[in-house]
């Protein structure tokens, strides 16, 4: 429960601190008070500093937040400033029952007239 309203649930896995992860600039200030721990969170919405308040109001201020996955877009093995162009899936390749979504913005295809 936040402030807002309650939040849908969300999937929570502890970890122990990721090998691959660099270090951040400038390092956490380290407290005897405030324990650490590493927490993966899948959320299903986004909500304005959604992740922060959530472990928060369970006793556990994040100190250090990083987005590995947003959708079906993934880190996987990027390195800090390595990038990878997302390419649109083809209209083909949805399911038949699966909506195609435009782009914000996008203009409609007109529709053809039927002919007899």
Known sequence: ?????PTLPA?????DEPAW?????????????VSTAWLELAIREGRNRQVRRMTAAVGLPTLRLVRTR?????LDALAPGEHRIALPRRR???AP????????????????????
């Open 70 to 74: 947003v959708g079906e877009h993934a």
């Open 1 to 5: 429960m936040l402030n807002d309203g």
């Open 21 to 33: 992860l660099w270090p951040r600039d400038p390092p956490i200030r380290f407290r005897k008070s």
């Open 11 to 15: 999937r929570v896995a502890a970890l």
């Open 97 to 116: 029952d699966e909506p195609v979504r435009r782009a914000r913005g996008a203009t409609p295809r007109p529709r053809q007239r039927r002919t007899s």
């Open 92 to 94: 083909d390749a949805a």
